[in-house]
């Protein structure tokens, strides 16, 4: 049965095929969160992303794909998301048991690069072989590749959306004219999450932002018109209005591993600021199992409050 509240949000889709609304249905309804609009998703590409033993290392079962795709059903998350080798090697045991995002592009950090650009290491083909409902496609706003992963991404969002899956898009802003700071900066962070929605992603994923203004020319309208950024809740607020007010599934990532109470207090800030949910990949795998279910329960638990 579709809930009031995910046929409101498939309305927001509205060029999209049936397949597509299909697939962001089944994300919609999966899991704990089932029917409410939230989504909490596992995701686990850190392994291609930092090395396997800088994510794996503090939790070893960690290194086995089947110990995600069990951690990702037993907790009741929305989806599990992972890069083609991670799926490859569980999607056949697990077939149904749910919803799968493939990430088709990666990036590794074996170079310190000013400018990254991710490689794309697989396609939508291997997204409906695999019974994926959708593809997942990381950009870099502020880099100097940037135009080359927008229009890889443009090329990938045609063919899987064709094809009937969801588009989510990591939007990091990174590059050599973005100070550390500035990465998770609100109006840099604003920026990301519009530059992803502008370029059709269905989900938006994007770090949660500080209260730093990096760009001046942004700055003066934050002071001028006295935009709120003292609070979370207040920049959440603020990325949701830049994902077309709240018309498209805005999700934050987790971020590296922090204390329980501080995960605890951003997701309560998430959720009062209107997003839609979080993407925790090493704040969750890289506890022994035990704690991250129930970790993952607890966050669970104040999205559906």
């Not at 990301?192 to 502008?198: G, N, T």
């Not at 935009?227 to 498209?248: I, M, S």
């Amino acid at each position: 049965m579709i809930t009031p509240r995910v046929k409101e949000i498939l309305s927001w889709y509205g060029s999209d095929n049936p397949g597509t609304l299909t697939n962001l249905a089944k994300l919609l309804n999966h899991g704990k969160l089932g029917g409410t609009g939230r989504l909490v998703i596992l995701p686990v590409d850190q392994g291609f992303e930092h090395g396997p033993t800088r994510s794996f290392g503090m939790n070893p079962p960690g290194y086995d794909p089947h110990y995600h795709f069990k951690l990702a059903i037993e907790s009741g998350c929305s989806a599990y998301a992972a890069p083609l080798g991670f799926l490859e090697a569980g999607a056949r045991d697990f077939a149904g048991e749910i919803p799968l995002i493939l990430k088709v592009n990666n990036h590794d950090t074996l170079q310190d690069e000013k400018d990254p650009i991710s490689a794309v290491t697989s396609c939508v083909d291997d997204a409906l072989r695999l019974g994926c409902v959708g593809i997942g496609f990381t950009i870099y706003p502020g880099s100097a590749a940037r135009v080359t992963m927008y229009q890889q991404l443009r090329c990938a969002s045609e063919v899987a959306k064709k094809n009937g899956l969801a588009v989510v898009v990591w939007s990091y802003p990174r590059g050599g004219t973005i100070s550390k700071a500035g990465e998770t900066a609100m109006d840099v962070c604003g920026y990301a999450a519009h530059i992803a929605a502008e370029l059709g992603a269905h989900i938006v994923k994007v770090k949660l932002p500080t209260d730093h203004l990096e760009q001046e020319a942004a700055k003066k309208v934050y002071e001028q018109e006295k935009v709120p950024v003292a609070t979370l809740t207040d920049r959440v607020k603020n990325v949701v209005q830049c994902c077309f007010n709240g018309r498209r599934i805005l999700i934050f990532s987790g971020g590296p591993t922090s204390s329980d109470e501080t995960v605890y207090s951003e997701v309560t800030a998430i959720r009062a600021g209107g997003g839609f949910g979080s993407i925790i990949g090493r704040n969750s795998f890289q506890r022994k199992k035990e704690k991250s279910l129930e970790f993952l329960a607890k966050i669970i638990s104040i999205y559906a409050s």
